[in-house]
T-cell receptor
Framework: NAGVMQNPRHLVRRRGQEARLRCSPMKGHSHVYWYRQLPEEGLKFMVYLQKENIIDESGMPKERFSAEFPKEGPSILRIQQVVRGDSAAYFC????????????FGDGTRLSIL | GESVGLHLPTLSVQEGDNSIINCAYSNSASDYFIWYKQESGKGPQFIIDIRSNMDKRQGQRVTVLLNKTVKHLSLQIAATQPGDSAVYFCAENIQGGSEKLVFGKGMKLTVNP
C-alpha cells in the first residue's frame, strides 16, 4: 500500500495517560502534516514537518502536544496527560513539497479519552 | 434541496442528477484550492485542484469553478451516483507560505437511488 499509513486506527486512553499517534507518509513524500477533526467539522491544521524539522507548528496547543518526524521511521504526534477535550480524529497528510501538489491523507486515528 | 442546520449543511439529490457544492473561502491571498471527499470513517480523499490563475478545471465527472472576485469555489458533479454520497470539503492554501491547508465547513451530499 503506497498511501499514507496511520496507526493505530483507534486509540482509547484514560485521562492523564499519554497518546502516541504514528504516521508513515506516502512513498516519495518527505513533507508531513497533522490535522485534527471534531465531529461534523472540517479539519484544523496542527503542525507541518519535514525530516528532523518542524516547519510550522502554529496550530499546535502550547502545552502537552508535540510532534516529530525523525530521520528514520514514522512521524509521531504525542499528547501527554490527555484530557476529555483531546477526543477527536487525528489525520496525517503527506506531500512531495512541490508547488501545486495536493496533500494526501491517511484514514486517521480516532482518539477516545475515558 | 439544500439546508443548513445545527450540524453539517446537507444537499440531497437524485441519482443521475448533477450536483453543485459551493464554498466561500476566506483569504484573498490563497492561490491554490483543493476539493476533498470524505466518507464515514475515512480520511479526506483528493478529488480535484485548481490554481488561482485558472477559473475552471475539469476532471472525470467533476468540474471546479473558481471566482476570485467574490472568493467563491464550486464543485460540480455530473450524473451523481450513490457512491458519491459523502462529505465534501474545499481547502485553500497559500503557495510559498506555511503550506497548511485551511478547510471549509463541509457539505454532506446524499444521493437517493
Amino acid at each position: 500500500n503506497a498511501g499514507v499509513m496511520q496507526n493505530p486506527r483507534h486509540l482509547v486512553r484514560r485521562r492523564g495517560q499519554e497518546a502516541r499517534l504514528r504516521c508513515s507518509p506516502m512513498k516519495g513524500h518527505s513533507h508531513v502534516y497533522w490535522y485534527r477533526q471534531l465531529p461534523e467539522e472540517g479539519l484544523k491544521f496542527m503542525v507541518y514537518l519535514q525530516k528532523e524539522n518542524i516547519i510550522d507548528e502554529s496550530g499546535m496547543p502550547k502545552e502537552r502536544f508535540s510532534a516529530e518526524f525523525p530521520k528514520e521511521g514514522p512521524s509521531i504526534l504525542r499528547i501527554q496527560q490527555v484530557v476529555r477535550g483531546d477526543s477527536a480524529a487525528y489525520f496525517c497528510a503527506s506531500s512531495s513539497g512541490q508547488p501545486n501538489q495536493p496533500q494526501h491523507f491517511g484514514d486517521g486515528t480516532r482518539l477516545s479519552i475515558l | 434541496g439544500e439546508s443548513v442546520g445545527l450540524h453539517l449543511p446537507t444537499l440531497s439529490v437524485q441519482e443521475g442528477d448533477n450536483s453543485i457544492i459551493n464554498c466561500a473561502y476566506s483569504n484573498s491571498a490563497s492561490d491554490y484550492f483543493i476539493w476533498y471527499k470524505q466518507e464515514s470513517g475515512k480520511g479526506p480523499q483528493f478529488i480535484i485542484d485548481i490554481r488561482s490563475n485558472m477559473d475552471k478545471r475539469q476532471g472525470q465527472r467533476v468540474t471546479v469553478l473558481l471566482n476570485k472576485t467574490v472568493k467563491h469555489l464550486s464543485l460540480q458533479i455530473a450524473a451523481t451516483q450513490p457512491g458519491d454520497s459523502a462529505v465534501y470539503f474545499c481547502a485553500e492554501n497559500i503557495q510559498g507560505g506555511s503550506e497548511k491547508l485551511v478547510f471549509g465547513k463541509g457539505m454532506k451530499l446524499t444521493v437517493n437511488p
